[in-house]
């Protein structure tokens, strides 16, 4: 059984910072890439960030490069997205997600992920 369990959310303002980890067991971390996705109230869900299971490769979506950056520390089994100069457009859940298919990328593509975890609110106000 994989478990991933976010935390880090919270309300913020315009223009702060948050860092989100996701926190993995149950599976051997250190052989698989991870990512980040979001969901917007009403809306589908949204890749954000990608890393591969040594950290050499990441992959960012084009409405988060430059403010997010994602890590992870295989000694720890925990992934990380700092998020920078948030926006309001950045309210959303936040969801950490496990690629065991293709541990050698960073995919943006929500198929290749096969474990989730709960979620982490983050609401940025006007």
């Known amino acids: 059984q994989v478990y991933l369990a976010e935390s880090g959310g919270g309300l913020v303002q315009t223009g702060g910072s948050l860092r989100l980890a996701c926190a993995a067991s149950g599976h051997t971390f250190s052989s698989n890439a991870m990512g980040w996705f979001r969901q917007a109230p009403g809306k589908g869900r949204e890749f954000v960030a990608a890393?591969?299971?040594?950290?050499?490769?990441?992959y960012y979506a084009d409405s988060v490069k430059g403010r997010f950056t994602i890590s992870r520390d295989n000694a720890k089994n925990t992934v990380y997205l700092q998020m920078n100069s948030l926006l309001s457009e950045d309210t959303a859940v936040y969801y950490c997600?496990?690629?065991?298919?293709?541990?050698?990328?960073?995919?943006?593509?929500?198929?290749?992920?096969?474990?989730w975890g709960q979620g982490t609110q983050v609401t940025v106000s006007s």
């Open positions: 997600a496990l690629n065991r298919r293709t541990p050698w990328g960073a995919s943006g593509d929500h198929n290749v992920y096969d474990y």
């Open positions: 890393i591969n299971w040594n950290g050499g490769t990441t």
